[in-house]
């Protein structure tokens, strides 16, 4: 277990705990209870289940399993979270998975994890849905999941495994499915972390794709949620999600929609403009690593439907054999004019590199960039110029500003990645729209010093 992970799901995880309290929702006082169940079924690694059933419930009522981060457990997402209390108010059952392995942790990395009934953690927490749906009088049809930082990297799982039993997912702060994958037996993946594992988006489809080969029926919407300022598992993973499951649902990268529903957030949605669209990505500037914040359990279960909005865009069928094709790249969080930042210091006196690493379809192309300070002193405030080729434009950024949007670009640093160490590196990126030419720019200067490429 990567120590710097733990350390901040730790940190995580008190956030999240200390966001719980719920403003919108007026609910009773709770005559339930959070209930352990043993002896629910297959469960090959040793999972705990936990349940909360409200004193009323709907007949033949929903399912939600809950998904905790890491170094949590099923009763501190209960307790931390809304979820309960919006189960209260709308009678549907909670399942509150708790995984058992040191750092509490769930396996999304491994090869058993990534296939249809291939083993280890989905296993068990299908075996506790098929136990409430038997005991419970639950309605099959409507089971979803959701799940926060390794919860909502399992969210991107089981969605992925089982399109048979979930009918949506809400992820916050996960990656896309098979993006953690290792075969060394480790389950930390770095270069997905850091938001460095970028695809097309048939190569992300075909990765969900595979891992039920032969399936043909619907799939599950998904709701994405991301900080830009997540520095555990990087805002450009929200973009691949993005890619990932619009190529799976069979809909265009291109927004049909988006808004604002509070200050610094950015809705999109893709496929249609309804409240339970196909997908849906919400966007938070310059928060964290530390969702779901208060009010946010509230619209990932109005996405589900299960607060008696009517769902109007049902899942797709079988999902496409090759990709939509978009008018544009996928929209994360859009990128914003520079404010006005600290004194730059001198250019570093020994260098700098930059690493472009291009994904490129159709009309549109990813750019993640990896600075480096190459020189024997710290920078604390930098500037990256570099000239897009003709017919490229940038339509959304991340970890840094970006403007202007086609020509000579100069992008700044934020707040929280300004400062670089000798020898230190920070990674920055794009969407942009292309009309043929995907090139790579030419060269970089950071703080006026020509920076090398790698």
Not at 120 to 135: A, C, E, K, N, T
Not at 426 to 440: E, L, Q, S, V, Y
Request: charged content about 10%; proline content about 7%.
């Amino acid at each position: 277990m990567n120590l710097r992970w733990k350390a901040a799901l730790v940190a995580a995880a008190s956030v999240v705990a200390a966001g719980a309290g719920m403003t919108v929702l007026s609910s009773p006082a709770q005559a339930a209870s959070l209930v352990e169940v043993t002896n629910f079924g297959t469960n090959p690694s040793a999972l705990r289940m936990y349940e909360y059933v409200p004193a009323t419930v709907t007949a033949n009522p929903a399912i939600l399993v809950a998904v905790h981060y890491c170094t949590g457990s099923g009763p501190a997402f209960y307790s931390g979270t809304e979820f309960a209390s919006l189960a209260d108010r709308y009678g549907f059952i909670v399942i509150y998975p708790s995984a058992t392995r040191s750092g509490s942790c769930f396996d999304v990395s491994s090869p058993q994890a990534l296939k249809h009934d291939g083993g280890s953690d989905p296993v068990g927490i299908i075996s506790m849905v098929r136990y409430v749906l038997s005991h419970n009088g639950a309605d099959a049809s409507r089971v979803y999941v959701t799940g926060a930082s390794s919860g909502g990297m399992m969210t991107n799982v089981l969605l992925g495994d089982y399109p048979d039993v979930f009918k949506a997912g809400a992820a916050f702060m996960g990656v896309p499915f098979a993006c953690f994958a290792t075969t060394d037996g480790s389950s930390w993946n770095s270069a997905c972390a850091n938001g460095q594992v970028t695809k097309t988006p048939q190569q992300w489809g075909d990765l969900v794709r595979g891992a039920y080969p032969g399936y043909a029926g619907a799939r599950p919407r998904m709701q994405l949620w991301h900080g830009t300022a997540d520095t555990t598992l990087q805002y450009p993973n929200f973009g691949e999600e993005i890619k990932q499951w619009t190529n799976v649902l069979g809909v265009s990268q291109t927004p049909v929609a988006t808004d604002t529903p509070q200050s610094g957030w950015t809705r999109t949605r893709y496929g249609n403009n309804s409240a339970q669209a196909p997908v849906e990505g919400i966007s938070i500037s310059g928060v964290g690593h530390s969702l779901p914040l208060s009010g946010q359990a509230a619209m990932a279960i109005h996405f589900f439907g299960l607060d008696g909005s009517v769902t109007t865009s049902p899942s797709a069928s079988a999902s496409p054999s090759r990709s939509a094709s978009p008018s544009a790249s996928p929209s994360a969080s859009p990128s914003v004019s520079p404010s006005s930042q600290p004194s730059q210091s001198p250019p570093p006196a020994g260098g700098c590199t930059v690493g472009d690493s291009i994904s490129a379809w159709n009309t549109g192309l990813t750019s993640n960039l990896t600075i480096t300070n190459t020189s024997g002193s710290t920078i604390t405030s930098w500037s990256l110029v570099f000239t897009l080729p003709s017919g490229q434009a940038i339509t959304s950024g991340w970890n840094a500003t970006y403007a202007p949007a086609s020509g000579q670009v100069t992008a700044k640093n934020l707040s929280y990645n300004g400062t670089l160490a000798p020898g230190q590196s920070t990674t920055i990126g794009f969407n942009a729209n292309h009309t043929g030419n995907t090139a790579k720019p030419a060269s970089f200067t950071l703080n006026g010093t020509l920076c090398g490429n790698v």
